[in-house]
């Protein structure tokens, strides 16, 4: 990707526009596109229809977003119950559906006198919500599998995929065998072979690693350079391991920087991240449990793109040309790569000391881990999900993921700053700290508001020197 100085600076007026006046088009014909693609409803277990979910997004200035239930793509009929019990379709939910979406509203009664809702396919909410050049649906799919090792280990492997209107057969045949490392290279092969049958571009992000706990490891995605993005920001799980638990290489911002030493070492793709919300707890509760984080409006990815298309989005992101945001945004980013030079700025905010921080990585780390640290199974009520015993490895904090530069500003101020990698550098990224309340406080969170850049390699001519 080739960013210059001057399309650093009409950048910045295209996401002024972007925020202020809806559609507004900028220089060089790119503008930022605000969205999250991870989001649940009643086709699996989120806890909203359909329409309130998107009306959720729509309403608050997002212009894109995929609904991604668990191992369902939106479409054909399906029926839910109504009701106070389990399983069942909050009342209240249901009734603010029929007075606010009375035009979706379809209900039919069994022989036993229940109540029925059905489902509105995803062709419906594009009919309802689609706006040309202000509001997108992507199609999604959160890919949602598991995995028992030999030795009584269970791991959760999630990942979603855009832009493909279906689900291939390995996601729901593949069992519990391959180990995680090999289950996210075949999801990720099964994914792509449907995208090509249908004629689809598709992006595939391994998401959550954390969850539960360490599920999925640095080492699994060093195994996998194929996969580009995972997410950094997911309001519904840990940014690190629980309560106890060895955080220091495992906090989502660790994880990827170890993933990328490797990857630019070896003159491979970096790994993006991306932000997303998870949503599960539209109205306060996930089925009959208060819902405390998988609330909308904490993640988001802020994409430059040519125009607010699948196509367009998916390239402007395969190019790294986007800002995972969780509250604060940059006003802008870019990289110059003849100077090998990252610049970014974030608009001031009052009575808030704003912060830029640049996190590199340097070419002499090592690749052996410093520590193996075994963990315990921890103690958990019956009734919870069960968490298991781990192994998982430390790497050099010194020189993988360091922090070399950080420019706050004053009391309400602006703040610009820029970094030009240094010969000894493999990759730089920034991120920006704004010391306000997110909207998610889950443990491990962040506790304040953070955006971050993707990662940008150094030239190749001085990559392969090492
Ligand atoms: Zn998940
Ligand atoms: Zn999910």
Known sequence: ????????????????????????????????????????????????????????????????????????????????????????????????????????????????????????????????????????????????????????????????????????????ECGTDSPVDRRIGETRLAVEALAKELGRETMFILNHPIWCWYDVKPEDLVANPEIRFFELCNGGSPFAPGKGLPADGFATDRFWDVVNAFRARRGQPLLYGVGNDDTHAYFGVVGHVPGIHCLPYNAWSLVRAEELTAEALIRAMNAGDFAVCEGVQPDDFAFDAGRGELSVSVAGKKNLCRTIQFIVTKRDFSEKPVETVSIEAPEVPENKRKVYARTINIYDTAKIGCIVKSVSGGIGEAVSASYRLAPDDLYVRARILSPERPAVSAYQHPKIQVAWTQPYLAAASSTARQ
């Open 1 to 172: 990707m080739q960013m210059t100085r001057r399309g650093f600076l009409s950048a910045g007026a295209a996401l002024a526009a972007a925020t202020s006046a809806k559609g507004a088009a900028a220089k060089g014909g790119k503008r930022f596109y605000k969205g999250q693609f991870h989001t649940h409803t009643f086709w699996s277990d989120g806890g909203a229809f359909p329409e309130q979910a998107v009306q959720f997004y729509r309403e608050t200035g997002y212009n894109f977003l995929g609904i991604s239930d668990h191992n369902v793509y939106a479409e054909g009929r399906r029926i839910r119950k109504v009701g106070n019990g389990r399983g069942q379709i909050n009342t209240s939910i249901f009734d603010d559906y029929r007075r606010k979406f009375p035009g979706s509203v379809e209900t039919e009664t069994d022989a036993d006198g229940n109540l029925g809702v059905v489902l509105q396919p995803y062709s419906k909410m594009r009919e309802l919500f689609e706006k040309p050049g202000e509001f997108l649906l992507l199609d999604a799919v959160e890919a949602t599998t598991r995995v028992f090792n030999a030795d009584g280990v269970e791991n959760q492997v999630h990942m979603n995929y855009l832009n493909v209107p279906g689900v291939p057969k390995y996601v729901t």
